[in-house]
Every structure is written in C-alpha cells, then in structure tokens.
C-alpha cells in the first residue's frame, strides 16, 4: 500500500524532502515504517530514541497500524516559541 | 471573538496583533506574551533565526490548546500566532493573547498555553551564527555545523 512521509528540521536536512511517497507492506505499524526509513536513510537512526510519530496529524504511538493513504509524520523533539 | 485565531503565518507579528480580537466589553484584563527573537544562544551570537512547522499538525495542536483552556478557565477569548521562516533579532515569533474579567485567569492561561506550545506543537527552530547553524530539538543542539 502507498502512505504518504513527512520530515521535517534535521530530518529533512537528512532526507533532502519535506514530502515522500512510500510502498509499504499492508497493515505495517509506524515503527516498521520507521525501521524502513532508517534503513534508506541510516542517518535518521541517530535521532530515533528521540523522536515523535503522527499519524494524519496526530501522535501516534509506534505500533499504530497504518492504513493505504495515511500521511506517517517524524517529529523531532519540538523547540516552538522561545527558550 | 471575531474569528477563530491559532495560526501559522509567514508574516511579521505586530505586538498588538490580536489584542483587539481577544478583548471584548466585558473583560477587565488583556494579558498578551510575546517570544522574540534574542542576540545569543548556547553562548554564541546569534544572526537570525529559522523556524519550520508542520503547519497542519501545529495549527490543530494550537486550537487544542485553545480548548484546554476553555475546558480550565471557561475562557474562550484566546488567540496563538506562530510565525516560520527567517527571523531576525527582535522580531516576535510568537504571540499569544488571552482575555479574561478578572487578571487572574488570564495571567494562568497565557503561561499554560506557552508552556504548552513548546511541549506539543511541532515546530522547529534553527539557530544560524556566524559561523554555522544548528536546528534546535528539544533543549539541545543536533549535532555541530
């Protein structure tokens, strides 16, 4: 199935897109999804201990299962507004 | 309130942006917080910021703020401006306004929905120097650049 993968701040310095379309096997869980990534894009491991996940604009935790067209977000440790 | 404002934007934040929209006849305190941007960090020299978001994600995550402080204070005249893009020293790049009667209230409100903002809402900030840049992810640097 096609699901849809954003990156974003060190992630996209990391994967050179904002936006990826995926192929990812049916019923994946958005850990599986992120092991595959981290395999593409070995440098993404490094951050993983400390990143997010949504799903369709939510948090989401890793063994979501993803369904065809859902958008997989990573997010970074947020660092909104000020210090 | 006039319309319903928890927005990301890409535009200069004026200090008193929203305060005409949170306020109405029957409140007796405005109180406004604006984060801006400063000329250090981590020790070193600041040239400009750069802040990126998930703009839909964060949007949504601001008006759930929004809704817990209604759900907290009964309060609904709130309104949260975030903006992304390339900053420079002093600009605002947050800008939160909450109306209440009583001072009170809106004193609480605004310091939970900025502590909020930085907890939930997924935006990005990337400090540049002089001599390099690094986004900043949660309370540490990524890496050295």
């Known amino acids: ?83 | 309130m006039k319309e319903d404002i928890f927005r990301i934007t890409e535009d200069p934040i004026p200090p008193d942006a929203l305060f005409d929209l949170v306020r109405s006849d029957a409140d007796g305190a405005v109180v406004t917080f604006a984060g801006v941007v400063r000329d250090n960090s981590l020790g070193r020299e600041t040239e400009h910021l750069v802040y990126d978001a998930y703009r839909e994600m964060a949007e949504k995550k601001l008006r759930e703020i929004g809704a817990e402080i209604r759900a907290k204070w009964g309060l609904d005249r709130v309104a949260i401006l975030h903006r992304v893009g390339r900053m420079e020293i002093g600009e605002i790049s947050v800008l939160i306004a909450v109306a209440s009667p009583h001072r009170r209230e809106a004193f609480e409100a605004c310091h939970h929905a900025i502590d909020r903002l930085k907890q939930t809402v997924p935006i990005w900030k990337k400090e540049v120097w002089k001599d390099g840049e690094t986004w900043i992810e949660g309370a540490r640097p990524v890496g050295n650049s």
């Not at chain 1, 990812?24 to 092991?35: D, I, K, Q, S, Y």
């Open chain 1, 1 to 83: 199935m096609k699901i849809k993968a954003l990156f974003f701040a060190s992630c996209r310095d990391i994967v050179k897109n904002r936006e990826i379309e995926l192929e990812v096997p049916e019923g994946a869980t958005a850990a599986e999804v992120l092991n595959q990534l981290c395999q593409t894009y070995p440098r993404l491991s490094d951050l993983r201990g400390r990143m997010a996940l949504s799903v369709n604009e939510d948090y989401a935790a890793p063994e979501s299962i993803l369904r065809p067209g859902d958008t997989l977000a990573l997010i970074p440790p947020v660092s909104g507004g000020c210090l």
